[in-house]
């Protein structure tokens, strides 16, 4: 539960994918500045371990976890450098297993009902539905829903997320983030365009909070 508080403040959590070390606390100070403090940390490169540890010592109030984190060793890497939460595109049992054992909180990936249907029996209540826009957007989330609610699963929409169709997500209570590669575009990382990031970041709190306003009035 504390895990799903800290992303529902976020709204927004940036996808990130470094390449080398030295850009993540750069990175991590400009989108903790523009509002973001949950960020996610992808396993697809040799410098993830390092840069979540480099955060974690230096950027204290950002909250770093790893994704991407396909196999138990990426786990007990992830956890070794001090991520404080993990999230996976897709569900393996061996993956949680590790993370439970090591009482890293986790989301899985799911895609389908019957995705759905074993994560929540694995004992998740907050999934990452994934790639969401290619497997049917927020239509789909409202679809599974009308199957899965009573169960009160959460959900944390990613792949295809940006700042044009947020509100799709953000009009579905059960949608307590989003994760984004938009907020850190290649090429503001490559040159080290940290203003721009602070920015993209910024934006994306600001519509994040006019969004749920929007919902909260429409619910009254």
Do not use: C
């Not at 940036?14 to 030295?22: A, L, N």
């Not at 990936?109 to 759905?116: F, I, K, N, P, Q």
């Amino acid at each position: 539960m504390e895990m799903i508080e800290s992303l529902k403040a976020a709204g927004v959590v940036p996808v990130i994918v470094i390449d080398k070390e030295e850009q993540a606390v750069p990175l991590a100070k400009a989108l903790v500045k523009g509002g973001l403090k949950v960020l996610e940390v992808t396993f697809r490169t040799p410098a993830a371990a390092g840069a979540i540890a480099r955060i974690r010592a230096e950027v204290p109030e950002a909250v770093v976890g790893a994704g991407t984190l396909l196999t138990p060793h990426q786990v007990h890497a992830a956890h070794a450098a001090g991520a404080a939460f993990g999230v996976a595109p897709g569900s393996d049992p061996a993956a949680y297993k590790v993370a439970r054992e090591l009482g890293m909180p986790f989301v899985p990936g799911v895609a389908t009902a019957s995705e759905l249907s074993q994560a929540l029996t694995a004992g998740f209540s907050l999934v990452k539905f994934f790639p969401a826009e290619a497997a049917g957007g927020a239509t789909m989330i409202r679809n599974l829903l009308g199957a899965f609610r009573f169960t009160g699963v959460k959900f944390m929409p990613t792949g295809g997320v940006n700042a044009e169709n947020l509100g799709d997500y953000f009009g579905i209570p059960e949608v307590v983030a989003v994760g984004g590669t938009w907020v850190v575009p290649k090429k503001a990382l490559a040159d080290g365009d940290w203003a721009a990031v602070e920015r993209l970041a910024a934006e994306a709190s600001s519509r994040v909070r006019a969004l749920r306003a929007v919902a909260v009035g429409a619910a009254m």
